[in-house]
């Protein structure tokens, strides 16, 4: 038993190092926010113009805005994970298209059929803060439940880790003492700010 | 005491001061995960999510169009006694500012309309969920009290003491030779997929 668990500690752990460091870059982002994106409130993100065309098939007659995203998205080979914007104009449909790098926005003017694809301007702290709160079960695509099996896998890594790393603790004897002082030192601590905060 | 010793020791005991924080941010982020399911539960027990508190006339004064809202939220939070609270205020919309007051066991929203000059404060309804998620997402050097700061310190802990798992554990893991095959199977497996995400997701 004892072995086992000290294999999956190890293993698991070296497995999940990119996301374990994703995670960890991405919260020292969000925690001083101020520092990456400058003093509240936050700009929204920039845009820039990928390309502009016009739409080259035809739209479902009374297709519903989802319904103009999905074709949009197929013609363009951009099909994937995207949420379609409440709609500003009555003939307009715009496509918010998520990656972890470069997300889109595709705008479709249904009168003229005009196209207008802009690609999100690059930012270190923009990109860790997407992958940080990049979840998958909500989509209907297999590589986006892909990814939410790999965020419960580091889920799963964050609760066994602990208790399998008090395991080992407990059977190294000569180290009980100050670990049990070090646990409980940060069981009070999380305890007293569980009550103020 | 040599360094490996120091090593295995820090990675030890960071890990059991901290296991608190760990424990909150793998079971927190089961709700994030699975954010439907909790809330299709929820909606099955049919009970609203905001109780109105106070509906009624109140003065901000004027609301600038750009700039930090934060101080029109505090006055709202002093004269409702709720300094106790941390806060949050955000422009909802050109004629009305949201101000969210948390606590990890309370959440009051006060919604202010800037023509009418009226505030609504509604309570939100306990929920275990949103007691962890509140827990994962707070955080940040904005509120400026002792706990607070402590509290965001703590993160910055947090991330250094995964920083420092990750490297004493490739640490130890290359001491041991007769695990470096499956170990690196399990480094190259990872960021493989970690890679193939980061291109197609």
């Not at chain 2, 820090?10 to 941010?25: Q, R």
């Not at chain 2, 009290?145 to 003491?161: E, G, K, N, T, Y």
Request: hydrophobic residues 50%; proline residues 7%.
């Amino acid at each position: 038993m004892s072995l086992l668990l000290r294999r999956i500690h190890l293993y698991l752990a070296l497995f999940l190092a990119p996301w374990i460091l994703m995670y960890t870059v991405s919260t020292f982002v969000m925690n001083h926010r101020s520092l990456f994106h400058g003093p509240p409130p936050n700009p929204p993100p920039k845009f820039e113009v990928e390309r502009e065309l016009l739409y080259p098939g035809e739209m479902p007659e009374g297709a519903t805005p989802q319904q103009v995203a999905l074709q949009l998205l197929a013609t363009l080979d951009l099909d994937g994970a995207h949420s379609v914007a409440r709609p500003f104009a009555p003939d307009k449909v715009v496509v918010n298209r998520q990656h972890p790098i470069a997300p889109r926005r595709i705008t479709y003017t249904a009168p003229d059929k005009k196209v207008v694809i802009e690609k999100m301007v690059f930012s270190g702290a923009g990109f860790f803060e997407r992958m940080h709160r990049r979840r998958g079960f909500q989509h209907d695509y297999a590589l986006d439940d892909s990814w939410a099996v790999t965020v419960d896998l580091t889920i799963f890594a964050l609760l066994l880790l602990p208790l399998s790393g008090i395991w080992m603790w407990w059977e190294l004897r000569v180290t009980r003492l100050l670990g049990a002082l070090s646990l409980a030192a940060g069981f009070a601590l999380f305890g007293i700010l569980l009550a103020v905060l | 005491m040599k360094f490996p010793h120091v090593n295995r020791r820090t990675h030890l005991y960071l890990g059991l001061f901290l296991t608190p924080w760990i424990l909150m941010y793998g079971l927190s982020s089961i709700p994030f995960s699975h954010a439907d399911f909790f809330e299709r539960r929820d909606k099955a027990l049919g009970l609203p999510l905001w109780t109105k508190t106070f509906d009624g006339p109140f003065d901000l004064g004027p609301i600038p169009e750009t700039g930090p809202l934060r101080p029109l939220g505090g006055r709202v939070v002093r004269d409702f006694k709720m300094e106790d609270s941390s806060y949050g205020a955000f422009r909802q919309g050109p004629n009305q500012l949201n101000i969210y007051v948390h606590t990890f066991w309370k959440s009051t929203q006060f919604k202010y309309f800037i023509e009418e000059k009226r505030l609504v404060a509604e309570d939100r309804r306990f929920r275990w969920e949103h007691f962890l998620t509140g827990m994962h997402a707070r955080g940040g050097f904005e509120d400026q009290r002792f706990f607070p700061i402590l509290w965001a310190v703590l993160i910055d802990l947090v991330c250094l003491a995964f920083l420092a798992w990750i490297a004493s554990g490739i640490y130890m893991w290359w001491s041991l030779p007769g695990l470096r095959n499956w170990g690196w199977i399990a480094i190259l497996g990872g960021l493989g997929s970690f890679a193939l995400f980061l291109a197609r997701l």
